[in-house]
């Protein structure tokens, strides 16, 4: 058979976890299938997520737990959840070879600590259906006629024609990657609505300038809220991270999305670094500590109270001389510091971008999706899933599992539709 005159059963366009899966199950149920990827090889992104160890999903079992950690759209995934749940997914993986652990929060990684054996199972899955992948190759367009995707146009001019088309690009989140929103543009030409694409997961920039000397500073058991104009709105317990311009880690990431629809007020971030003490017990905790430094300085007095980068920072910040005798501080000059403890704060400036975003907010919106089979409601023969959808989840291996469910459900679902 010619180039000219091959005719797929499907064409899978994006080789990314949602994509890789997509394309192994529509395979593994006879089907003739090609997966076209961009790049010169498949699952960039996935080699670097959870910072290269891959956090491939979380064991959390409650199925309304789930769907509530993706908001107003969560009830999308109850029929794709069930189809392909975490424990199927586990099964997946396990069946090929990789191993898994769970750490803190739930969340799942291979026992090597290695993405790359997560991408290794998965291209052993396509190879296994004799998938056709062109690597290298960027699609310039989706051609479509009366609710049909007649074919799609490399930008070498090369034609790729199916029976029918997966659609599995990814957001616009590290863009480095590959994922710089093609798969919203093509859609919306054919009638996709778009939810205006944000980062999400993404660092914040603060307007501190000092934070530069913190850098790299890691905090463990803190808990950080945002406050809009003098009102809390949001508190979560846990790791967050200093960076060069602002900050990262678990709490922010999480927290992140709710930053963003707040940025058009003056928005402060408070730490409290000893949130398992209340002001009274932190303050005969100090001065406790006072009475055993006693006769020493200021500055050689917190070692016990905070990690040893930001005390000088802590001190800066109270006024009090560093070379101040603890056993000089006033009880206003302590209560200086007990704010600083359980009351700190910073104001945020903006999020980061998408190429600091781990995934994308927003998306083609999933009332134009059938949540069964991932469907198109509007193009016939089209499906869609992973991030391309308006999904957004916690870290935590939230965002992985939707890749694998929704592409596990449109692999099934091209094998299955008329």
């Not at 005159?5 to 006879?30: F, Q, R, T």
């Not at 409650?62 to 759209?73: P, Q, S, V």
Request: charged residues 30%; proline residues 3%.
């Amino acid at each position: 058979m010619s180039e000219e005159s091959k005719i797929y059963d499907v064409v899978v366009i994006g080789g990314g976890p949602a994509g890789m899966m997509a394309a192994g199950v529509a395979a593994e149920k006879s089907k003739y299938v090609v997966l076209i990827e961009k790049n010169e090889r498949l699952g960039i992104k996935l080699l670097i997520t959870g910072k290269g160890r891959c956090n491939i999903t979380n064991a959390e079992e409650d199925l309304r737990a789930w769907i509530e950690k993706f908001g107003k759209n969560g009830k999308f995934l109850y029929g794709a959840f069930n189809k392909f749940s975490n424990t199927k997914v586990l099964d997946f993986f396990n069946s090929r070879g990789v191993k898994t652990k769970i750490e803190r929060g739930g969340r799942i990684f291979p026992a090597s600590d290695k993405s790359s054996d997560v991408l290794d199972a998965l291209t052993g899955y396509l190879n296994e259906g004799g998938i056709d992948v062109k690597f290298n190759s960027t699609v310039d367009k989706i051609v479509t006629e009366d609710r049909i995707v007649k074919h799609v146009v490399l930008s070498n001019g090369e034609i790729i024609k199916a029976k029918k088309y997966i659609i599995s690009t990814g957001g616009k989140s590290y863009p480095m990657t590959g994922s710089s929103g093609d798969g919203h543009e093509w859609l919306e030409k054919i009638g996709h609505t778009i939810v205006k694409p944000s980062p999400a997961l993404v660092p914040i920039i603060l307007k501190e300038k000092w934070i530069k000397e913190v850098e790299g500073l890691s905090l463990k058991n803190v808990e950080i809220s945002i406050y809009r104009n003098n009102k809390k709105q949001d508190s979560r317990f846990g790791e967050a991270l200093f960076t060069a311009n602002g900050m990262s880690g678990p709490i922010i990431l999480d927290m992140s999305k709710k930053i963003g629809e707040l940025l058009n007020d003056k928005l402060e971030l408070k730490i409290d670094f000893k949130p398992n003490l209340n002001y009274k017990e932190l303050d005969r905790r100090i001065q406790s500590d006072f009475q055993e430094f006693n006769n020493k300085d200021f500055r050689n007095s917190l070692d016990k109270l905070l990690p040893k980068k930001l005390i000088p920072t802590i001190i800066k910040l109270s006024g009090i001389s560093e070379d101040k005798k603890v056993n000089l501080i006033t009880q206003d000059e302590r209560k200086k510091i007990l704010h600083l403890l359980k009351d700190f704060s910073l104001n945020i400036k903006r999020l980061d971008g998408f190429n600091k975003a781990i995934i994308t907010s927003g998306g083609v919106a999933t009332v134009e999706i059938d949540p069964q089979t991932m469907q198109s409601k509007i193009i016939d023969n089209l499906y869609i899933c992973g991030e391309l959808l308006d999904l957004d989840g916690p870290t935590g291996g939230y965002n992985l599992q939707v890749c694998w469910s929704t592409g596990y459900v449109a692999g099934e679902g091209v094998t299955t539709q008329q």
